[in-house]
């Protein structure tokens, strides 16, 4: 069975820390990781890594993938309170599925 | 604007009393998919469709239908809601369903309690 874990499930930091948060999956056939930030509202697409992309970049947070630890991390740096929020990681599972796991809560105190 | 729109956003209705949740998108997208989130639980995948008249089952159909007859609309559909079907769903749609332009984009989402 397909399967996707993030850890921690919560974390707290205070401004200006740097935050690890990590994903790591078992999925047949693997094709993509996708990181997503939620707010009070819906999920926003931060990343994509695949096996032919497997950093990316975009200003304070940049993400990972470990093809051989079957895993990714997200990373943010010099983290802000607009940085709190949940988490997620997904992977694209069977056929055209997308499994996700249960999210890393995020809280940056000021 | 690109947007995923959800209809109703908040809803409360009782065991038994069928509805459905609309989703539409105006970008072309050819992926569509339901999800519902639970605390604890996550994100979890109930159907998807990869275009139109072509739909699959996620993690958790049981209890749900959808259909796919217009590209621009995914309907959810709830013919029998139970308590344990409360919860807050979202709609997601992607131009394709792989490749490199799979991110999705997700609706608002619909909060929804079964009495």
């Known amino acids: 069975e397909d399967k996707v874990v993030q850890s921690p499930l919560s974390l707290v930091v205070h401004e200006g820390d740097t935050v690890t948060l990590n994903c790591s999956y078992e999925?047949?056939?693997?094709?993509?990781l996708l990181w997503y930030k939620q707010e009070k509202k819906a999920p926003t697409f931060l990343f994509m890594l695949?096996?032919?992309?497997i950093e990316k970049k975009s200003g304070r947070l940049s993400s990972i993938l470990d093809k051989k630890e079957l895993s990714s991390i997200l990373n943010i740096t010099a983290t802000q309170t607009g940085d709190s929020a949940i988490y997620l990681c997904?992977?694209?599972?069977?056929?055209?599925?997308?499994?996700f796991g249960k999210g890393t809560r995020l809280l940056v105190k000021p | 604007e690109a947007q995923v729109t959800q209809n109703p956003r908040y809803l409360i209705t009782v065991t038994g009393k069928k509805l459905t949740v609309t989703c539409s998108q105006n970008?072309?997208?050819?992926?569509m998919s339901w999800y519902r989130q639970d605390p604890g639980l996550g994100l979890r995948q109930i159907y998807y469709?990869?275009?139109?008249?072509?739909?699959d089952k996620g993690d958790v159909p049981e209890g749900y239908k959808v259909s796919r007859k217009e590209k621009r609309n995914f309907p959810l559909i709830l013919e029998s809601p139970s308590p344990n079907q409360t919860s807050l769903y979202f709609c997601?749609?992607?131009?394709?369903?792989?490749?490199?332009?799979?991110?999705?984009?997700f609706g608002p989402g619909t909060r929804l309690t079964v009495l």
């Open positions: 997904a992977v694209k599972g069977q056929g055209f599925s997308f499994i």
């Open positions: 997601a749609s992607s131009l394709y369903p792989s490749g490199q332009l799979n991110e999705q984009f």
């Open positions: 970008m072309n997208h050819e992926y």
């Open positions: 695949t096996s032919s992309g």
């Open positions: 469709s990869m275009n139109v008249e072509v739909t």
């Open positions: 999925v047949t056939n693997f094709r993509s």
